[in-house]
């Protein structure tokens, strides 16, 4: 059965509300009891099979100490959004870890091409922010 545009939404959102519940280093159960909600219906959020409320990501943002937008950026396939986020998780760091960084995205990028082909960057080596 194929899925619709909103239950893909919220696996995506899913995927980033349990990424973020572990790196804030709770678990689910403690979660689901800060939220005043079975740990079932917290389960059923991270895998997607219900959607989160705007209250509750809200909640959420609060109780791992980022932004309720992260929820939606996280999880957005929007090319657009994702470069706002590398942008903001790198625009702390020094030159030169900045330039690092672009080094790595780039040999991803190139490595998971779906054809395979290299471009002429990778003939070039690494590029840099300036």
């Known amino acids: 059965m194929k899925k619709t545009t909103e239950e893909l939404v919220n696996q995506r959102l899913g995927k980033t509300i349990a990424r973020r519940r572990k790196f804030a280093g709770y678990t689910q159960d403690e979660v ?3 939220l005043d909600i079975g740990k079932e219906a917290f389960s059923r959020l991270e895998r997607g099979i219900a959607g989160a409320s705007v209250y509750r990501l809200f909640e ?6 980022c932004g309720v937008e992260t929820f939606l950026i996280e999880g957005s396939r929007r090319t657009t959004e994702q470069v706002e986020l590398i ?8 030159m030169p870890d900045r330039q690092l960084v672009v080094q790595i995205v780039e040999r991803l990028a190139r490595r998971l091409r779906p054809d395979g082909k290299k471009d002429r960057t990778e003939e070039e080596g690494p590029g840099y922010l300036v």
Do not use: G
Request: charged fraction near 35%; hydrophobic fraction near 45%; glycine fraction near 0%.
């Open 32 to 34: 689901a009891e800060r």
């Open 60 to 65: 959420l943002a609060d109780m791992f100490e």
């Open 87 to 94: 942008d903001r998780l790198i625009s702390t760091l020094s």
